[in-house]
């Protein structure tokens, strides 16, 4: 039980489509980061929400978007999905300000496949 | 550049053996520094913290080299249940609460 739930946790989408992940986060926690991981490959850095605003981005299009509500809890919007969105996207939340990284707690992650 | 690289492995290594896992970081204003544990299809966990004179527990060392931007792992007495992937993720300002993870370093542990 880690305290941070995704949902779901497996999407299928077609290209072109949109999709929207959701996470909650810990409680006590009020900042949410959002990773994408390809297969085989390191966690990338999207970006994170922290008092419902986005603060710091990854290199990541604009048609990666989220939002965060007055819960701490956080959206990722994938708009107009490519092939290459493929991946395990993984929510971690944390308390601003607070120590790293026995606050930094991940979800189990949506595994969005595009085809 | 990457911000931080790994050794790409796999390593397959028997029961009780000594394996060392390496990384190098691009950014030298770095403050943290972590391994994490990734096991197949799930979350990566968190498995130790490297600060400036390293860390160890139990099996598990982890060594610093600021001058050469260089972490690393050693895993002694190594157990079937260390199999997984092991990546090294550095913090790359204080105060900063997003990480930059490598590719990941494949381990099997063979009995």
């Known amino acids: 039980e880690t305290g941070v739930t995704q949902s779901p946790t497996h999407l299928i989408k077609t290209r072109g489509q949109q999709v929207t992940l959701r996470c909650s986060s810990q409680s006590g926690h009020n900042t949410v980061s959002w990773y994408q991981q390809a297969l085989g490959q390191g966690p990338q850095f999207i970006f994170q929400?922290?008092?419902?605003?986005?603060?710091g981005r990854g290199n990541f299009p604009p048609r990666f978007s989220g939002l965060q509500f007055p819960n701490y809890s956080s959206e990722l919007n994938v708009n107009a999905l490519e092939l290459d969105d493929s991946a395990l996207y993984l929510c971690?939340?944390?308390?601003?300000?607070?120590?790293?990284?026995?606050?930094?707690?991940f979800g189990s992650g949506t595994r969005l496949t595009v085809v | 550049r990457k911000e931080v690289e790994q050794d790409p492995g796999p390593f397959n290594v028997p029961e009780g053996a000594t394996v060392a896992f390496n990384c190098t970081y691009s950014n030298s204003a770095s403050q943290s520094f972590f391994w994490y544990r990734q096991d197949c299809r799930k979350e990566p966990k968190l498995l130790m913290s490297v600060y400036s004179s390293g860390n160890e527990d139990g099996r598990f060392t982890a060594q610093l080299n600021r001058a050469s931007q260089y972490i690393s792992l050693l895993i002694r007495d190594s157990k079937l249940s260390d199999s997984a992937t092991y990546l090294c993720v550095v913090n790359p300002q204080t105060g900063a609460n997003n990480l930059f993870f490598g590719t990941g370093t494949r381990l099997t542990v063979i009995p």
């Open positions: 929400y922290y008092r419902e605003e986005e603060n």
């Open positions: 971690a939340s944390s308390l601003a300000n607070g120590a790293l990284p026995t606050g930094y707690t």
